[in-house]
Structures are given as structure tokens and as C-alpha cells.
């Protein structure tokens, strides 16, 4: 059986891939190339997919990995139904979210008002005070 998968090319830091149709049994690095059907940059983002010989493939029953599957949507390349394509309305889930910033109390800063009632308070108590002695 026939995989389509990204081969990594390029030095190191600025990796760069081809889609390779490889046999699916073995491993990556040392399955046999059937052939090369585009390449990948994922730094700028380009595509170029051979968009004829890659529909060859997979008519023929090449399975392409979930992320090729995605550079093959967006080249215009019709996929066939038994094609498990990716979920894209993933939701990603927070770990601990009660312990991030946003979502801790706020702090309200403290009103002058009230402090200087506070003063005023003890001034009267202490005139009363006076009065009764």
C-alpha cells in the first residue's frame, strides 16, 4: 500500500518538505520514493503540489497523512470519500484556568472616602468622650 508524506529537506532551523508517495509499510527514512508529487514551506507558507499526479495516487489508493491531506485540499485536488480528512472545529482546552491572570479577582483600590470618615469618627468619640467626664 502507497502513503503520500512529507519528506523533511533543508538545513537545520529552516526545514522544507517534499510530498513523497512511498510505500506505507516502511519506515520514512528508508521506504522506497515511488515518486515526488509537490513540496512545502512552511515558513512562507507555499505549496506547490503536481495536482494531476497526486489525484493519480490517490485514485490508485496512495492514504495521505492528515497534514498533506490539507495541502491537498487547499492545491484544488479531489479527494476520495474513504479519505479520513482532519477536524478543524477543534477546541483547545486550558489547563488550570482558574490559576491565569485574567481570570483571577480584581483588586479595587481602596476608596478615600471612607478613610477619611474613618478619621473623622474618633475625633467626635473623643469630643463625647470630654462631655460625659
Given at each position: 500500500?502507497l502513503?503520500?508524506?512529507?519528506?523533511?529537506l533543508?538545513?537545520?532551523?529552516?526545514?522544507?518538505?517534499?510530498?513523497?508517495?512511498?510505500?506505507?509499510q516502511?519506515?520514512?527514512?528508508?521506504?522506497?520514493?515511488?515518486?515526488?508529487?509537490?513540496?512545502?514551506?512552511p515558513?512562507?507558507?507555499?505549496?506547490?503540489?503536481?495536482?494531476?499526479?497526486?489525484?493519480?495516487?490517490?485514485?490508485?489508493?496512495?492514504q495521505?497523512?492528515?497534514?498533506?491531506?490539507?495541502?491537498?485540499?487547499?492545491?484544488?485536488?479531489?479527494?476520495?470519500?474513504?479519505?479520513?480528512?482532519?477536524?478543524?472545529?477543534?477546541?483547545?482546552?486550558?489547563?488550570?484556568?482558574?490559576?491565569?491572570?485574567?481570570?483571577?479577582?480584581?483588586?479595587?483600590?481602596p476608596?478615600?472616602e471612607?478613610?477619611?470618615?474613618?478619621?473623622?469618627?474618633?475625633?467626635?468619640?473623643?469630643?463625647?468622650?470630654?462631655?460625659?467626664?
Amino acid at each position: 500500500m502507497l502513503a503520500i508524506r512529507l519528506q523533511r529537506l533543508g538545513r537545520k532551523g529552516y526545514a522544507t518538505y517534499r510530498l513523497a508517495v512511498q510505500e506505507s509499510q516502511r519506515h520514512p527514512s528508508s521506504g522506497r520514493v515511488v515518486a515526488y508529487v509537490g513540496s512545502y514551506n512552511p515558513h512562507t507558507k507555499a505549496a506547490h503540489v503536481q495536482v494531476e499526479l497526486a489525484q493519480k495516487y490517490l485514485d490508485n489508493g496512495a492514504q495521505p497523512t492528515s497534514r498533506v491531506v490539507k495541502l491537498l485540499q487547499d492545491a484544488g485536488v479531489k479527494l476520495p470519500k474513504w479519505v479520513s480528512q482532519p477536524e478543524t472545529g477543534k477546541q483547545k482546552t486550558v489547563r488550570h484556568a482558574e490559576k491565569l491572570r485574567k481570570n483571577q479577582p480584581k483588586e479595587e483600590a481602596p476608596a478615600e472616602e471612607p478613610e477619611a470618615a474613618a478619621e473623622e469618627a474618633p475625633a467626635e468619640e473623643t469630643a463625647e468622650t470630654t462631655e460625659e467626664k
